[in-house]
Nanobody, 115 residues
Framework: QVQLVESGGGLVQPGGSLRLSCAAS????????MGWYRQAPGKQRELVAT???????NYADSVKGRFTISRDNAKNTVYLQMNSLKPEDTAVYYC?????????WGQGTQVTVSS
């Protein structure tokens, strides 16, 4: 019933940009806090950015100033604009949705930053 589908990942050179999208269905989207997490090989999943239902944002120190999270409630979609990408940004990026006691994850999209 509930589904989160990420898109926009791919291969990009250092210094380049990508925009990730996460389309949600089966939820009252405007009531959910949304987030992006990432997991690199051999490492734990880490928070990248979050945005609440009232559009309060939070970023990991490692991406602050380079990444921007936003949401379009009319499209049930959350975005992650990624600029000035570095090789250490390489990971699988996951979309997350939370409302009170309910939480959901997408399947992830691969981002590879390499020359």
């Amino acid at each position: 019933q509930v589904q989160l589908v990420e898109s926009g990942g791919g291969l990009v050179q250092p210094g380049g940009s990508l925009r990730l999208s996460c389309a949600a269905s089966g939820v009252i989207f405007s009531t959910y806090a949304m987030g992006w997490y990432r997991q690199a090989p051999g490492k734990q999943r880490e928070l990248v950015a979050t945005i609440t239902s009232v559009r309060i944002t939070n970023y990991a120190d490692s991406v602050k100033g380079r990444f921007t999270i936003s949401r379009d409630n009319a499209k049930n979609t959350v975005y992650l604009q990624m600029n000035s990408l570095k090789p250490e940004d390489t990971a699988v990026y996951y979309c997350n949705a939370v409302y009170m006691t309910r939480g959901y994850w997408g399947q992830g999209t691969q981002v590879t930053v390499s020359s």
